[in-house]
């Protein structure tokens, strides 16, 4: 990638950060999240960008799909379409009061399904009904 990037000429427009333990303000700067990935699993780098309010673009893929609701808390292009992309983030950046009400969506959502509290007590449950289930048998 860092090849491509000098034979492009980007170099003074692109960092490699390496691993980062200030993400959150990282996504302080920034004003859209784009994850165009070929396929994830649960996109924990888009929940992050979701949970400080950003606006977030993602590939129409497993994973980036079951997290973004198109036009509620984020938008979805399909894999490949880099004019749609292009054009997605081009409007955003005009009308950045659409990027916001689907940040504080993107926020709202990400505190209510990915928090830790959540998590913890959804672990907590199943741990609970499997020792059940085990007792029973």
């Known amino acids: 990638m860092k090849d491509k990037v000098q034979e492009l000429g980007i170099a003074d427009s692109v960092s490699f ?5 200030d993400v959150r ?8 999240f ?5 396929k994830e699993g649960l996109p924990i780098s888009l929940i992050e960008a979701m949970a400080v309010g950003l606006p977030v ?9 079951d997290v973004i609701v198109p036009n509620y ?6 894999l490949g379409d880099v ?12 009308h950045p009061d659409h990027g916001e009400s689907l940040g504080r969506v993107a926020r709202q959502m990400a505190e209510e399904r990915y ?3 959540r998590c913890v007590s ?3 449950a199943l741990f609970l009904s499997t020792l059940q289930s085990s007792e029973n048998h």
Do not use: F, H, P
Request: aromatic share 4%.
């Open 17 to 21: 950060l390496g691993y980062r333990s």
């Open 25 to 32: 303000e990282l996504l302080s700067i920034i004003d859209i």
């Open 34 to 38: 784009c994850l165009t990935s070929l």
């Open 57 to 65: 673009v993602g590939t129409n893929v497993e994973g980036i799909r």
């Open 73 to 78: 808390n984020g938008l979805l292009v399909e």
């Open 83 to 94: 004019n749609a992309l292009k054009n997605i983030l081009l409007d955003l950046l005009k």
């Open 115 to 117: 928090s830790l509290t």
């Open 122 to 124: 959804e672990y907590e």
